[in-house]
């Protein structure tokens, strides 16, 4: 399960930063580096427009996405 919880503190409620453990509103594009890098098993990187965003590899859980409903 993935540790990265998106924060959706940006315009629409995009995620711009996130909680990944215990490290807090860890900006977006360093999560991405992160992921590209193999950092975090289990998800993968999306781009939306212009942006790159984390997420999690589909799978039949809602608890362990990056966006929990928050």
Do not use: L
Request: cysteine-free; overall charge positive.
């Amino acid at each position: 399960m993935s540790r990265i919880i998106g924060k959706n503190d940006g315009p629409n409620g995009r995620n711009e930063h996130y909680d990944i453990g215990n490290r807090k509103d860890v900006p977006r594009r360093k999560v991405v580096a992160e992921v590209k890098r193999g950092e975090h098993a289990g998800t993968h990187v999306v781009k939306i427009g212009d942006r790159e965003y984390a997420r999690d590899n589909p799978d039949r859980s809602k608890r362990d996405n990056v966006n929990r409903g928050r």
